[in-house]
């Protein structure tokens, strides 16, 4: 943890050394006793302040930075699958797809984007539009979107069953982008396959 001020300090013993070095053994300086030693106590003394006030400040900065990295939001994100009956006149039951978001912090998110993205054998196809972008997103506020998996990406021109059965893999990738701090951050979520068998998402 303070492997940066314990560098910065040996650089400084170093530099009074050589410095009181110099003091004592350049033939170009007339010191007598008397200023020798004092210039050699005000040269420790000051030392001695720069050590101290090196680990302050850097004290200060990694107090400033976890404050600051304790205001910043998380979100928890988990793709599940479900066999539902669409509707009271449907007979038999067909494969759902929950996304469930929760922020998982004590802090809102501003513009939270999330990013859905199904990858295919040839070609990727971007869902992110099952979200609204740039969402607020208050503390430990837990929300979810569910879809009919098949007939949605069928719509999509995806028929993912075919492509399990051709031996292709189906993945389904999630992520989401925020601001914080005046800077735009992403972080990645779990990613899931397709195993046609069940009709189920699993993770990777």
């Avoid at 009181?20 to 053994?25: A, D, E, H, I």
């Avoid at 900065?61 to 988990?78: M, V, Y």
């Amino acid at each position: 943890m303070y492997r940066v001020p314990t560098i910065i300090t040996i650089f400084l013993i170093i530099a009074a050394i050589a410095t009181s070095v110099c003091l004592t053994k350049s033939p170009n300086l007339t010191l007598n006793d008397d200023q020798l030693v004092s210039s050699l106590i005000a040269l420790f003394a000051c030392l001695g302040a720069l050590i101290s006030a090196t680990f302050i400040v850097y004290s200060y900065i990694q107090t400033n930075r976890t404050f600051l990295l304790g205001q910043k939001p998380s979100l928890l994100i988990q793709v599940k699958s479900e066999h539902l009956q669409p509707n009271p006149q449907t007979q038999g039951v067909v494969p759902f797809t929950f996304i469930h978001y929760t922020n998982t912090s004590q802090n809102e998110f501003n513009d939270l984007t999330l990013i859905v993205k199904l990858r295919l054998s040839n070609r990727d196809v971007d869902l992110s539009d099952l979200f609204k972008p740039k969402m607020f997103m208050a503390a430990h506020d837990q929300r979810h979107r569910r879809i009919e998996t098949l007939t949605f990406l069928s719509k999509r021109g995806v028929d993912i069953n075919n492509e399990t059965a051709s031996g292709n893999q189906v993945l389904l990738s999630t992520s989401y982008t925020f601001t914080f701090n005046k800077k735009l951050e992403e972080r990645k979520g779990p990613e899931y396959k397709w195993n046609g068998q069940i009709q189920h998402w699993e993770l990777t």
